[in-house]
């Protein structure tokens, strides 16, 4: 099994609906991120969090929500979906130092469309 | 505020040929880490080569090095012998310290590798 999960792989939405991203990991990382993958623009910050009672807002927060239920799992929501936040979506993790190449740690991605 | 800077939108390159992509940073810092990473066409990313702030050598991984001059605050990635496996979309990204700890990962634009045979 991978070591941070997203589901689902992908999906297709309709405008105006609500919609939930679910990352789980088992690295025993405390921080968990949000990043969203536009061309041209790489990887934005959408929400980090550094345990289950710190939660942060990234570059780009605006219509997206966070949850985090436990340490290994961490929720990215879209309240009310736009055709603009049609996307690739990657949760990731990190230890507390990060220290090193490997630090950090991606799941395989969420392939969103909103149409 | 901290900020990667890739300008190559897109690259080529012969098969067996060396390749070196750019990567400039800014930051007010004096400890920092940074990564490249390689996004296949499958999506996923897969790290590729790190070097921190105070290593004083540059870092290598196989094929892959890191041309570190921390002066000109770049950090080029090259490839040396490019396989067509190399095509890829590639990104530099900075880890910002937060809590004088290792923090978020800020990413570069990216740049689109194509190796010709």
């Known amino acids: 099994d991978a070591d941070v999960t997203q589901t689902p792989r992908n999906r297709i939405t309709k405008t105006g609906k609500r919609i939930m991203l679910e990352c789980s990991q088992t690295?025993?990382?405390?921080?968990m991120y949000w990043y969203r993958q536009d061309p041209g623009l790489g990887l934005r910050l959408i929400y980090y969090?550094?345990?289950?009672?710190?939660?942060n807002k990234g570059e780009i927060s605006d219509g997206y929500s966070v949850s985090r239920q436990a340490q290994a799992k961490f929720s990215l929501s879209l309240e009310s979906a736009i055709p603009n936040q049609t996307a690739l979506y990657f949760c990731?993790?990190?230890?507390?130092?990060?220290?090193?190449?490997?630090?950090?740690?991606f799941g395989s991605g969420t392939r969103l469309t909103v149409v | 505020a901290q900020k990667i800077t890739q300008t190559q939108p897109g690259m080529f390159v012969q098969e067996k040929e060396a390749v070196t992509l750019d990567c400039t940073y800014d930051?007010?810092?004096?400890?920092?880490?940074l990564f490249w990473y390689k996004q296949p066409s499958s999506g996923e990313m897969i790290f590729l080569i790190y070097q921190g702030s105070y290593d004083q050598q540059n870092a290598t991984e196989g094929r892959y090095s890191l041309n570190f001059q921390k002066a000109r605050k770049s950090a080029n990635l090259v490839i040396s012998a490019s396989q067509l496996g190399d095509s890829a979309m590639y990104f530099c990204?900075?880890?910002?310290?937060?809590?004088?700890?290792?923090?978020?990962?800020?990413f570069g634009q990216g740049t689109e590798l194509s190796v010709k045979p």
């Open positions: 990731a993790t990190s230890d507390l130092d990060a220290t090193g190449g490997y630090g950090y740690t």
């Open positions: 969090s550094f345990d289950v009672k710190d939660i």
């Open positions: 930051t007010s810092d004096p400890s920092y880490g």
């Open positions: 690295k025993g990382h405390d921080r």
């Open positions: 990204a900075m880890r910002e310290v937060v809590y004088n700890q290792g923090g978020k990962l800020i």
